[in-house]
Every structure is written in C-alpha cells, then in structure tokens.
C-alpha cells in the first residue's frame, strides 16, 4: 500500500484522541507566540508507547523506556533558548522534576524537617519547617530556577500520550500546527514507538479472560473468541485450569516518511534516534533509516551504552561521529554496560582501513559539558544538544540563503 493510502487507511479506522482538541488548541497558541518572536521550537518525544489488549484496557504490552533521553534533552534545548514541545508518555520523566522523581531520586530524600523555632507560624510546637537538605540546596535551586524561567516564560509545553495510537494521532496533529515555523522547527524523535499493535477489528472489547466463562455470559461478537485463546500444542496433556494466550500483533505503518515529506514545515530539521542491541548492526541500520526516509541526522544507540555514547550519522561528511562521554566524566548506571563502550564503533571499523578510536581517545573534558543536576558524572545529553544545535544552525543558514 502507498504511504498516503495506509496513513488514510490508519487514521480513518481509529477513533481519534480525546484529548487531541485541546492539545490542538494549546500548541498552536504556543507556536503562534515563538514564531512572533522568531524564536527556534523544538518537538521532542519522548518515552514508550503502549499496546492495548483490550479496547476497555486492562492489560497492555509496554517497552524499557522512562523518557530519560527526552527529560534531560529537553532541558539542554531550553538551555540553549529554544522553545520545548515535550510531547511524552504520561507519568514518565519530566524536564527539571526528573531530578526529583520516581523511586531512585524520590523527593523525599532531599528534605529535612528543621528544628522548631518561634517564628516558624505553626500552631503545633514540636513543628518544625520542612527544607531541602544543605547538600542539595545549590543544585535544587539551580534546577527550581530554570524550571521557573521556562514557566514564566512560556518555553515549554507539555502534551501527554499512552498509547501508540494517541501517539500517532498526536504526531501529525503537532508537526502540521509546527507549519508556520518554517526552518525553525525541529523534530527530536526520541520515544520508543512500539513497532507492533493489535489492530481495532481484532482487539478485544473486554479484559480477557484465562479461563473459560459460561455461554450465557460470553459475547458471540468478541475479537478474541475462546477459539483464540489456546494452549499452546506443546503439552503432552492440555493444561485444564489456565491457558496460553497467544496474541497476533501488526506492524504499526511507519510515519516517519510523512513526517518527513508532508507533515513537517518546509526547512525543518527531522532528527530520529535508533536503538539497537547487537553493536555489530547498530551503524548499518542507522544508516539504513536515514537512507529510507531521507531526514537529516540519525542518532545511533546501544541499550547498554546509551548513557556514554551515541552516533550521528548524516547524509553528508563526516557520515559518522561519534560523541563519548569522558571515561572520567561517565556516571554509574545499573543497567548499562561500560565495557561495551566503543563496541559498536569498532564492530563497523573492522575490515576498515581506519582504526578504531577507543573511548579513552575521547577523554579530554568537551566545550559543553557543564550540566545541571548530574549528580556523578555528565550527562550525555550536554553533549549531544549543543552538536545538534550547531547543525540545525548550519541548515537555517543555508535554507535562507
Ligand atoms: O527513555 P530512555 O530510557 O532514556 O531511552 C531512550 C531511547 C533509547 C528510547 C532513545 O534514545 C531511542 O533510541 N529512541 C528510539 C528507539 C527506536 O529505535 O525507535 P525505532 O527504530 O522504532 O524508530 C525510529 C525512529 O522513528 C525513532 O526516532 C522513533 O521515535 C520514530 N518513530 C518510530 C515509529 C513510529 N511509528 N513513529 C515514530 O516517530
């Protein structure tokens, strides 16, 4: 099917979100008011999607992401004085209440109760005020400050999704009102868009059931019959009291193509990410993506390694670089690898005439790397923003010659 053809075929079959109005009418304001301004809007998603089982859902399929990537870009593109869409996951991180959320940076911790004074106003005597604690003063009222800079001054705008298909819907909602900016728009595609869904004609209007319910109660008219629910075939003898639920997904049509060809402002710059496991594809199908949707830049990461490193591989020289966090400078993280970094970058070297550079290569502080809030180590983001705005820069100028 054509791509215009499925994007019809797709959102003419699904209902759209409710809430889509209402974000409608919040980002064109925002966007009217930045582009009286002239001032740079950057799109950044961010977070996983989700994949319902059933239409009135109780259960779904999820992915690892927690939006950190998108959080903490966000702040650096605020930093660097653009205007942030933050179109995310609800209930992921935030820009700036990232620091201070969820189980491993729980507020909590950062507060005291001090001892009570007298001219503390409570009416109970052994109250004391709540403060942040000594420690964390200069860092939380850094973070307070730019997080009330970008309030008070309309720099950020937060739109919510769950699940994939609020997230398309979504999409091509923002990237059209994005229109008027012309050049100065860009697109951070950071989420983690699940690749596969269950389409409407087949999903289940209530929760599945895992064991079987009398006739009179059953709907003759469910997607997901108990013909569908099986055990699976490979017991000797068939389990009696619970069953396998075997679940056929879809692949979700890919939009980046009309993102990049209809939906976007002429002059825009499209940048997507690809997250692989295996070091030895990640270049090879970084490079895949950009040729497929002709865009602008694809950044390139490992699982393991997305803390420390990530690569841009562009349509023009240098093709491909690779941006390291300092071997001195890298931050602890439990579910990243450190020994993996450079891995990738010498998977796609090997056989090459030029020699891979090792992550100690990389090991002299870069102009950017301050950052807010890292509390070990720099954050990768602080590299990747100001490289990123250097290019969106290059392609305004160019666009306006
Ligand atoms: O949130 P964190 O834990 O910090 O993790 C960040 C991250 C690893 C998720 C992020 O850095 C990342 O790599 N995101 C992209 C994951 C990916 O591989 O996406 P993809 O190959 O399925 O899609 C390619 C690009 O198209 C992505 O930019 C995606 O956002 C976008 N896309 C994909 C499908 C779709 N239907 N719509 C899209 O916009």
Not at 170 to 179: F, G, N, V, Y
Not at 238 to 255: E, I
Not at 384 to 391: D, G, M, R, S
Request: hydrophobic share 35%.
């Amino acid at each position: 099917m054509a791509h215009a053809d499925s994007e019809s075929a797709y959102f003419n079959n699904y209902p759209p979100p409710k809430a889509l109005p209402k974000h409608e009418s919040l980002a064109k304001s925002f966007i009217d008011y930045h582009v009286e301004s002239n001032r740079r809007v950057v799109l950044v998603t961010s977070g996983g999607t989700t994949v319902p089982l059933e239409n009135q859902t109780v259960r779904f399929i999820d992915n690892f992401s927690a939006g950190t990537r998108g959080a903490t870009s966000a702040e650096y593109f605020l930093q660097e004085g653009y205007a942030v869409i933050f179109f995310h996951r609800q209930y992921s991180l935030l820009p700036y209440s990232r620091h201070y959320s969820h189980s491993t940076n729980c507020f909590l911790d950062f507060m005291d109760e001090a001892s009570p004074t007298p001219l503390y106003n409570s009416n109970n005597s052994d109250h004391g005020p709540i403060k942040v604690r000594n420690k964390y003063q200069d860092e939380m009222r850094d973070v307070l400050r730019k997080y009330r800079y970008a309030k008070q001054n309309n720099r950020l705008l937060l739109i919510p999704y769950t699940t994939v298909s609020e997230y398309l819907f979504e999409l091509r909602m923002l990237a059209k009102c994005m229109k008027p900016l012309g050049p100065n728009a860009l697109f951070y595609l950071a989420a983690a868009v699940s690749d596969f869904f269950i389409p409407r004609d087949r999903m289940a209007e209530h929760k599945i059931q895992s064991s079987e319910i009398p006739k009179e109660f059953s709907n003759n008219d469910e997607a997901v019959g108990a013909e569908d629910i099986y055990t699976g075939g490979f017991e000797q003898k068939q389990a009696t009291s619970s069953k396998k639920l075997v679940v056929n997904l879809d692949p979700v049509p890919k939009f980046l193509q009309q993102l990049v060809d209809g939906w976007s402002p002429e002059g825009s710059m499209i940048v997507s990410f690809k997250l692989e496991t295996d070091p030895n594809i990640l270049v090879y199908k970084a490079q895949t993506a950009l040729k497929r949707y002709a865009h602008h830049l694809v950044i390139g990461n490992l699982l393991s390694t997305r803390k420390w490193e990530v690569v841009f591989v562009t349509p023009d020289a240098p093709y491909e670089r690779w941006i390291r966090v300092p071997k001195s400078r890298r931050s602890k993280s439990i579910s990243g690898v450190e020994d993996q970094v450079g891995l990738a970058e010498a998977a796609k070297r090997a056989g090459s005439q030029i020699a891979p550079s090792t992550p100690e290569d990389d090991d002299t502080p870069k102009e950017g790397d301050g950052h807010i809030g890292a509390r070990e180590g720099s954050e990768i983001e602080s590299l990747i923003i100001p490289e990123l705005v250097k290019l969106h820069t290059n392609m305004i100028v160019k666009f306006n010659q």
